[in-house]
């Protein structure tokens, strides 16, 4: 409840810290969470994926990101956590709080998105740039779902946990997949 508190007036906790515009950006933040905005952006690199010819990341990205945002939505289900009623909520909800789905949805798509840069350019430096951007975008969504009133530093912490591993998971399955499949062929050609 403090950390909870701490993003809002102490003189009236109805309201936020900062000024006006500060609510606004963080209602603009929370948007890159969302489920429009996710598939809106998965639906691009995956068509570019596919206009590219490049299937099997495209399949990769719709997997990742569809069954992430499958467990976040099991997890809401089994959890069925109560959103906060401390403060007026600045967001529309229509589901339990445990995990945040903003923040786990988010985390997996954008470390998704960067794991396929990553495979596609060898630049350290870019690397570490869209990685960076990644953590970061996934980062402030989640924080502004706490300003908003609408999620538990908790909720937001487990969605974070929660997309990191789902996000690793995935990409851990791809990896092994394609090592099996490497070594099928180098068996084949001996």
Known sequence: ERLFLAFRNPADPANPLGPPWLEEAALEVTALGGY???????AAVVGLLLVTRRHGPALYT????GTGSLASFLSKQFYDRARPDLVPQLDIV???SFPSGHAMVTTVAYLTLAALVIRFV??????IYVAGVAVFVSLI?????VYLGVHWPSD?????ALGVAWASLVWLLVAVLQF???KRTVRSEE
């Open 141 to 145: 969504v989640g924080v502004s779902r």
């Open 36 to 42: 429009t905005l996710i598939i809106l952006t998965v």
């Open 94 to 96: 229509h589901t339990a």
């Open 180 to 182: 099996l499949r490497r």
């Open 122 to 127: 060898h630049d350290l430096r870019v690397r």
């Open 156 to 160: 937001v912490a487990a969605g974070w």
């Open 62 to 65: 719709i997997l990742s990101v």
